[in-house]
């Protein structure tokens, strides 16, 4: 019960059931201008290993930060991200 | 979470301090207490766990995310939902220790009464805490 509770709260496939998956074109977007993870968190403030888990799918942004991500890349927020 | 937050190493001095300073004032008062009761071996005992700790985590601060996270190093918002999440299931853990270790002192018969406080205490704080975050959310 304890461990099934405790799993229930790291469990990311179930905070994805309240958030669906969302893909992004962050990593192609990115790449295509040379920059490094480590250079793209600086530019909007977080770390390399946020901007990872962001284009690995396992972080979804907040609204704020997926903005500020789409107006780095000269795109709207629905055109960087894609909500299955 | 705001943008305004996530400023590259967001973390003053004093917040990347916090811990390891914490730890060692920890360590020291931890001895001091121990002096005074005439236990200076559990006091050094303890003082080598707290200023070992702290050791520890400035040591891994600088090797990964994870040294970062516990060090109280610079974050953002994911860092900021990691640490919330492991708030949450540590607070489950305790929550659970609480109860059953209550329900085993009065299986026991033995006093119950600091088990009865914490627990009060944690449950008046958790029922706080779902009024006053349901308000601003």
Redesign the interface.
């Known amino acids: 019960m304890?461990m099934r509770?405790?799993t229930r709260?790291?469990d990311i496939g179930r905070w994805k059931a309240y958030f669906p998956y969302v893909d992004n074109d962050v990593r192609r977007l990115r790449t295509e201008r040379g920059m490094s993870q480590a250079g793209l968190?600086?530019a909007?403030?977080?770390?390399r290993?946020?901007v990872n888990?962001i284009e690995a799918g396992r972080?979804d942004?907040?609204l704020?930060?997926a903005?500020?991500l789409a107006r780095y890349f000269g795109r709207a927020v629905e055109e960087m991200f894609h909500v299955d | 979470?705001?943008?305004e937050n996530?400023?590259?190493g967001?973390s003053g001095v004093y917040e990347s301090w916090a811990v390891p300073v914490v730890g060692v004032v920890l360590g020291v008062v931890m001895l001091a207490i121990q002096v005074s009761r005439d236990d200076v071996g559990l006091g050094l005992v303890l003082l080598a766990v707290m200023w070992g700790y702290v050791a520890i985590v400035l040591l891994l601060r600088r090797r990964g995310?994870i040294g970062?996270l516990l060090a109280g190093g610079?974050t953002?918002?994911?860092?900021d939902?990691i640490q919330l999440?492991a708030l949450?299931?540590t607070g489950?853990?305790l929550i659970?220790v609480l109860v059953v270790g209550f329900m085993v002192q009065m299986v026991r018969g033995a006093d119950t009464q600091p088990w009865t406080w914490l627990g009060a205490l944690g449950g008046a704080t958790y029922l706080l805490s779902v009024v006053a975050i349901r308000s601003r959310s």
């Open positions: 304890v509770r405790m709260t790291l968190g600086a909007l403030g977080v770390s290993q946020t888990a972080y942004p907040s704020p930060l903005i500020k | 979470m705001s943008t996530e400023r590259p967001r995310e970062e610079p953002d918002e994911r860092r939902a999440r949450a299931v489950q853990v659970v």
